[in-house]
């Protein structure tokens, strides 16, 4: 069963503005972490930004902000003011636990963006 | 901080040579290892998890003879791609983990390296 959806193949945007791609989660744990990376073409994986299951607080770092509603089990990623250089993959990640502080990434199928000047 | 290597970073092989990709945390210990491969337009695929000093663990359908996983120190993990098929082409990325065993915290978090593209001639 696909634990982590990523219902945007492509996403086109204009320069400057905000753009929010989404992500769904699905896990039994009560404690889970999730991530969000970016890959541009050069194919390195970026660490954007964190959220843990506890935390009360949306997760912000610089431009990017992680809209996380529990309930829903949703971990939409928010890019505020879009430049040219966010242009790339981003793949949503789920930390899941597999016993004795043995740990996985599992990723979504990804979003590719592309800021238009 | 937390940056992982990798070497080397494109690879060109002819069928049934074996290749050996190496994958360094630069700055701080790892506590695990993970290398993934990825096929163009897909998303990454875990092959399997090492700790230091002990076996690898593979995920399901990954072929422990096929990809052989050294992991010597805190610092260093190398995947082996034995006898190579052209099959076997893909872009390869070793991760780091960055935390304590049993973390769920923001510090516990995978820091992955540049990525090898392999092609089997």
């Known amino acids: 069963a696909q634990k982590i959806t990523q219902t945007q193949p492509g996403m086109f945007v204009q320069e400057k503005e905000a753009v929010t791609l989404d992500c769904t989660y699905d896990t039994s744990d009560q404690s889970y972490g999730l991530f969000w990376y970016k890959q541009p073409s050069s194919g390195e994986m970026i660490f954007l930004i964190y959220q843990g299951s506890y935390d009360e607080q949306n997760a912000t770092e610089g431009r990017y902000s992680l809209n996380f509603q529990k309930a829903r089990k949703s971990a939409n990623l928010v890019i505020s003011a879009s430049q040219l250089g966010d242009s790339a993959m981003y793949f949503c990640a789920m930390r899941e636990r597999i016993g004795r502080g043995a740990q996985k990434l599992v990723f979504g199928q990804g979003t590719r963006l592309t800021i238009n000047p | 901080g937390a940056v992982v290597s990798q070497h080397p970073s494109r690879v060109i092989c002819k069928s049934g040579t074996s290749v050996k990709i190496e994958c360094r945390s630069l700055d701080f210990q790892a506590t695990t290892m993970f290398w993934y491969r990825q096929f163009p337009k897909q998303s990454l695929m875990l092959m399997a998890t090492?700790?230091?000093?002990?076996?690898?663990?593979?995920e399901q359908g990954v072929e422990k003879d096929k990809f052989l996983i050294n992991h010597a120190s805190l610092t260093l993990s190398t995947l082996t791609v034995t006898s190579a098929h052209p099959e076997d082409s893909s872009f390869y990325i070793c991760s780091a983990r960055v935390g304590l065993a049993g973390g769920q915290s923001r510090t516990d978090t995978q820091y992955f390296g540049p990525g090898t593209r392999l092609t089997v001639l």
């Open positions: 090492s700790n230091e000093g002990s076996k690898a663990t593979y």
